[in-house]
């Protein structure tokens, strides 16, 4: 913890006197969640706000991260058919869990035990950015797979009579 007007850094030596005041942070908005990998029937309190509040005073960003514009080519071969069921269905063969976002709460179902605990933290990034942005995610279904290699091989699905990928 920092407290206002304490130095940081290099300036933290008792001899030296700091050159800056650090600013005091805006109040931050605390969501506790317990992942506990032996409670599976967790559910968040009944009382998480519903929508998202914009600081009026905040910033509003001028131009997307630079990464976004890699959405549309990790999108690009599903751009022509869609995504449809049996194709979800089909990753699950190397899925460890399937994740569900249904009028803003999160279902997981696990399929196989992930490499240490891939899988919990990536719900609980899910679960941070479900009561960050309440209201702001749409409904969805996804599989994922927590291992380091491929586990879909992209030579198996290019050519015209190839079928779409997972």
């Not at 929508?51 to 959405?71: K, M, N, Q, T």
Request: net charge positive; proline share 13%.
């Amino acid at each position: 913890t920092v407290l206002a007007g304490q130095p940081i850094g290099d300036d933290a030596h008792p001899h030296n006197k700091p050159t800056e005041t650090v600013k005091e942070a805006p109040r931050k908005i605390e969501f506790p969640l317990n992942c506990s990998p032996t409670n599976t029937t967790q559910t968040c309190p009944t009382n998480y706000p519903k929508r998202f509040e914009v600081d009026p005073d905040a910033p509003s960003p001028s131009s997307c991260p630079d990464y976004f514009r890699w959405i549309y080519e990790d999108l690009r071969p599903w751009s022509k058919t869609g995504i449809t069921r049996e194709m979800v269905e089909r990753a699950k063969r190397t899925a460890a869990f399937r994740l569900v976002i249904l009028d803003g709460r999160a279902y997981a179902e696990r399929y196989k035990k992930p490499y240490e605990t891939r899988d919990i933290f990536t719900l609980w990034g899910i679960l941070q950015l479900l009561r960050k942005y309440p209201g702001k995610v749409p409904d969805l279904e996804l599989m994922f797979d927590c291992v380091d290699w491929p586990v879909i091989i992209s030579r198996h699905f290019r050519g015209p009579k190839a079928p779409a990928p997972p």
